[in-house]
């Protein structure tokens, strides 16, 4: 059984439909990589996989682990383990991002039926992930976002879902705003998570995150479908001809 | 917007049905027959053996409550209030004289324990020492006097206190046993000819709290009051008098709740609070009164006055107010900066959700050299509700070099909801530095999904994202009383949590 199953997709925002009969089967384990031009979907599939309000679903079906996801609520859908790292992730003013992580993961927990984490064990938890990612104990007395530079923000996401274990993880342009040093912490945060039980979905715009994190599949999105898939090489041809090729394939 | 809506609607569907208090306890108790005259004001203080100056000072009060009309300028509506359909005193009916908390009537009581407050535990009555091994352990000592109706049931650690010098009664025993006292500071700050609700207040108050701290004294524990409004029809009219003498230190606390009914109750107290040289006096209120159901019906109309007097040179006068109750709120905490170099602080955060109308905010008048005050003020708005800031700064011509810094911010859940922000500043001289720092935002879809999405209920996100919002405010509540006003506003803007 396929961890994630998208099967004929459509989606519409504000009476526009913007999925047009997507795709999308991700097995257990696996790495994958959307690529596709500036508006072609990427994000939107993101949120109606993870259930973000405000998306008509008009036709089609999503399973994860054999289920239903669309009768689930977005924090039952994290709780089953879907996590998003955002392309923007939100400033919340006073709000400590320790206090934040805390009071997630134990949400989460409790609607799994197990037990919350004690303080002390979820604070030695927390720094140990934070410090793997070079994330400053500091920061993590701060507001969460709040005054983070870009490539923070996006460190910021990877302790969460170091932290929080998902079985399914979409990174949706977790490589934009990063530095080279910053690129190579956060790829390697990636690495380190991958295992036989995990799936990734990264979209990206560049190869050079597909460099430091191979993917098993890379897709191409185009006009609210998937229209070519294939292996680390579809990645490389993509970066040498662009997208013109697959406009028509749409 | 989806998300947004759904909150608006659950918390329209649950929040302030979700009241907590909403119980009423049975008991008998002694009226003053219905309606205002000057009968009732003797009344009231012939019940009381009060002394001749004091009824002569309420007679006073009610003759210039009667030449004034209630005031309009607020942003709040409501249905004209009889005056003479109101109960102006109503005391339970005590057995016989009280001589130990179990002496009191265990159903009041019991209203207390569902409160929350434990009288049973930490109280002496007057002289009634804890039994062996009953000694309430140390760094959990708070004195609370209980006021349920127009009269104060209890006063708890009252010999304790009385070693250190400070005076903490009921203000009714207080003009007893302490008439001088009392005589020299009553009405010097919030005079009989003030605003329309505390000349009602001065003519038929009937109990309150009296505080008065020696000099040089810090008062080795906290002081609460908790006030509770229980009969029917009855008017509250709670007067409560703090003195900090020269030099010294008291921190105190209010908590109100009140049973829900489906017609309006009227509470209109009044708090007098005099710091003298060096002295620092920090009041905190929250504020749970019967806010109305689901349908904007019954709920606490709380039209009080607040006033604290700088009076000395460095003295310190601090409100924190949670006010997550009433159908009505008007009330403006101020502060007189007569003192020179004394220092006014207002920290307040207003929760309205349903049809709540909220009209509070403070006013600083700076009379003295260099006096400095701050004010944070943090309204969140949800369901259908009104939450205005109202803020007043002025310097008169004396008070040079004066300082206020003002942070006004509103938060609003849902689009249904209003805030308005309404700053007052009088600056009569050139010196003074004034800033006004205001802003509303609305809670984020965004914000709201980020938190989902990592596994909170919408219930734990809205309550984060508020939290947050207010927690500046929130860190200047004592340390236990921050804990349950979380619970509180979690509560009044979530309905099912807790
Ligand atoms: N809430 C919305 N209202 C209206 N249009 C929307 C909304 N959300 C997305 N869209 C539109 O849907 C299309 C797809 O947007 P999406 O963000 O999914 O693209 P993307 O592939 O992630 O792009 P990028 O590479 O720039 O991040 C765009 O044309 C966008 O304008
Ligand atoms: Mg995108």
């Not at chain 1, 009768?71 to 998003?84: I, V």
């Not at chain 2, 709920?299 to 007097?309: A, E, P, Q, S, W």
């Not at chain 2, 922000?421 to 935002?441: G, M, R």
Request: with cysteine.
């Amino acid at each position: 059984m396929p961890l994630l199953e998208v099967r004929n997709l459509h989606v519409c925002v504000e009476g526009r439909e913007i999925l047009h009969g997507l795709d999308l089967t991700v097995n257990a384990g696996k790495v994958h990589a959307i690529m596709g031009p500036n508006g072609s979907g990427k994000s939107t599939l993101s949120h109606v996989i993870t259930g973000k309000p405000g998306y008509q679903i008009t036709a089609g079906r999503l399973l994860f682990k054999g289920e239903d996801l669309l009768a689930m609520r977005p924090d039952q859908r994290a709780a089953k383990g879907l996590f998003l790292a955002f392309q923007y992730p939100v400033e919340i003013p006073g709000v400590t991002t320790m206090n934040f992580l805390r009071t997630a993961l134990n949400a989460q927990r409790k609607a799994r039926g197990q037990s919350g984490y004690s303080t002390p064990h979820f604070l030695k938890k927390a720094r140990t992930a934070a410090k793997q990612l070079n994330i400053p104990q500091s920061m993590l007395k701060r507001g969460v976002n709040v005054g983070f530079s870009g490539g923070e923000k996006k460190r910021n996401e990877i302790l969460q879902m170091a932290l929080f274990e998902p079985d399914l993880c979409i990174l949706d342009e977790i490589d934009s705003g990063l530095d080279i040093d910053a690129l190579r912490i956060v790829a390697d945060g990636i690495n380190a998570m991958r295992s036989p039980d995990r799936s990734m979905i990264m979209i990206t715009h560049y190869q050079r995150l597909l460099n430091y994190v191979v993917p098993d599949v890379v897709h191409v999105m185009s006009k609210g479908r998937v229209v070519k898939s294939g292996d680390k090489q579809l990645a490389l041809e993509l970066e040498a001809s662009g997208y013109a090729q697959f406009e028509d394939a749409a | 917007m989806v998300a947004a809506r759904e909150t608006v609607e659950r918390i329209a569907r649950t929040g302030v049905d979700q009241y907590r208090y909403g119980f009423e306890t049975l008991i008998e108790s002694d009226k003053a027959p219905k309606g205002l005259s000057e009968d009732t004001v003797r009344f009231i203080s012939a019940k009381k053996s009060e002394p001749g100056w004091l009824l002569e000072w309420r007679l006073q009060a009610y003759r210039c409550w009667l030449t004034m009309t209630e005031p309009t300028w607020a942003r709040v509506h409501y249905p004209n209030i009889d005056y003479q359909d109101i109960y102006y005193y109503a005391a339970p009916k005590p057995k016989k004289p009280l001589s130990s908390i179990d002496e009191i009537d265990p159903e009041i009581l019991k209203t207390y324990e569902k409160l929350g407050i434990p009288l049973r535990e930490v109280a002496i009555l007057e002289g009634v020492e804890p039994a062996p091994g009953g000694e309430p352990s140390a760094n959990r000592k708070i004195a609370i006097d209980a006021v349920f109706d127009s009269v104060s049931v209890a006063t708890t650690f009252k010999a304790e206190l009385k070693k250190a010098g400070v005076i903490f009664m009921p203000i009714s025993e207080a003009i007893r046993e302490y008439p001088d006292l009392v005589q020299k500071y009553l009405g010097t700050v919030v005079p009989v000819s003030d605003n329309f609700f505390a000349r009602l207040n001065s003519a038929v108050f009937s109990d309150g709290s009296f505080v008065y701290v020696p000099p040089g004294v810090r008062c080795p524990m906290e002081l609460s009051t908790y006030f509770r409004i229980n009969e029917r029809n009855t008017g509250q009219f709670e007067r409560t008098l703090i003195i900090a003498d020269k030099g010294s230190h008291v921190s105190y606390l209010e908590g109100c709740t009140a049973p829900q009914r489906d017609e309006n109750q009227l509470h209109a107290a009044v708090v007098e609070l005099v710091a003298l040289d060096d002295a620092e006096i920090k009041y905190s209120t929250v504020q749970n009164w019967y806010p109305g159901n689901s349908e904007g019906k019954g709920g606490i109309y709380n039209f009080v006055t607040k006033r604290g007097d700088c009076r000395g040179k460095h003295s310190k006068i601090s409100w924190t107010q949670v006010e997550t109750g009433s159908a009505i709120t008007w009330k403006y905490p101020s502060c007189i900066l007569r003192g020179d170099n004394s220092r006014g602080e207002f920290y307040s955060i207003a929760i309205s959700n349903g049809f709540q109308q909220v009209d509070s905010g403070t006013k600083m008048f700076h009379l003295g050299k260099n006096t400095s005050s701050r004010v944070i003020s943090k309204g969140i708005a949800a369901g259908k509700s009104r939450n205005t800031y109202r803020g007043l700064v002025s310097a008169n011509r004396n008070a040079v070099g004066a300082r206020n810094h003002t942070v006004c911010d509103s938060l609003l859940i849902g689009d249904k909801c209003g805030a308005h922000t309404v700053p007052y500043v009088e600056a009569k001289n050139s010196s003074a530095t004034f800033e006004h720092e205001a802003t509303t935002s609305k809670i984020s879809e965004d914000v709201l999904f980020y938190c989902i999405q990592r596994g909170m209920s919408q219930e734990e996100a809205v309550s984060l994202v508020v939290n947050g919002f207010i927690k500046e405010v929130l860190q200047k509540l004592p340390m236990e009383f921050a804990v349950e006003a979380q619970k509180l506003i979690s509560i009044s803007l979530e309905g099912s949590v807790g």
